[in-house]
């Protein structure tokens, strides 16, 4: 059975940081592509970030140089730091996992996880 289980969300303040974690089991998963999204209600879910097998990352652009998505293999879990925080940020993360980067990317992964809430307030 496959399992994506997001943690590490929670309330930080404008300019704080954050690590949110995609616990996962099931799948082979150092042969998955990896990928964040984030949705407010109202919204289309979008993009935060994404990484190969091999560790290529892509980012939104609104992200780069603030947040960085990470995987262990060891540990089959997927990390996204994020810095600098701002209110637009606020969302539900949630990850996802493929065989294929071009699935993440078009949000069409075979798995997803639950999501946590991200809250950025002062």
């Known amino acids: 059975q496959v399992q994506l289980v997001e943690s590490g969300g929670g309330l930080v303040q404008p300019g704080g940081s954050l690590t949110l974690s995609c616990a996962t089991s099931g799948f082979m998963f150092e042969k998955f592509a990896l990928g964040w999204y984030r949705q407010v209600p109202g919204k289309s879910r979008e993009f935060v970030a994404s990484i190969t097998s091999g560790g290529m990352r892509r980012y939104v652009d609104s992200v780069k140089g603030r947040f960085t998505i990470f995987r262990d293999n060891t540990m089959n879990t997927l990390y996204l730091q994020m810095n600098d925080l701002k209110s637009e940020n606020a969302a539900a993360y949630s990850c996802?996992?493929?065989?294929?980067?071009?699935?993440?990317?078009?949000?069409?992964?075979?798995?997803w996880g639950q999501g946590t809430q991200v809250t950025v307030s002062s």
């Open positions: 996802n996992a493929d065989q294929h980067l071009i699935n993440i990317l078009s949000m069409n992964a075979a798995y």
